[in-house]
């Protein structure tokens, strides 16, 4: 029996950073939102935002006592992804190690599947 790849999960260190961004939030929300984008060098970008709610057709995980709401558009773009929150001198933000990328720019900023 094949088991299915989870759609995505969460580092510990991603789930301490999202649960803070949460607390710090100025109003009520329930959870991170992963969508994607057009832009950079290399066609798609990861984009986090606050998460009020579910929206429509939205994939809602919960890894690390986290809610992440997945927008419909980005589930083929983040399917078995892991979702990490690197901090070092000079950059801090969410990563992801997507086995589904094909292509990264130097920058980071964008990737291609």
Not at 40 to 67: F, L, Q, R, T
Request: a negative charge; aromatic letters at 8%.
């Amino acid at each position: 029996m094949n088991e299915q790849p989870k759609l995505m999960s969460l580092t510990s260190a991603a789930a301490d950073r999202a649960k803070k961004l949460i607390e710090l939030s100025e109003k009520p929300v329930s959870g991170l939102r992963i969508s994607v984008s057009t832009k950079g060098c290399n066609g798609m970008s990861y984009v986090v935002e606050y998460a009020e709610g579910e929206n429509k057709m939205e994939e809602v995980i919960e890894d690390h006592g986290v809610k992440i709401f997945i927008d419909p558009m980005a589930v083929m773009y983040v399917l078995g992804s892991t979702m990490d929150y690197v901090e070092d001198k000079f950059h801090s933000g969410f990563v992801f190690d997507n086995p589904n990328e094909t292509g990264r720019c130097g920058c980071g900023e964008s990737f291609s599947v």
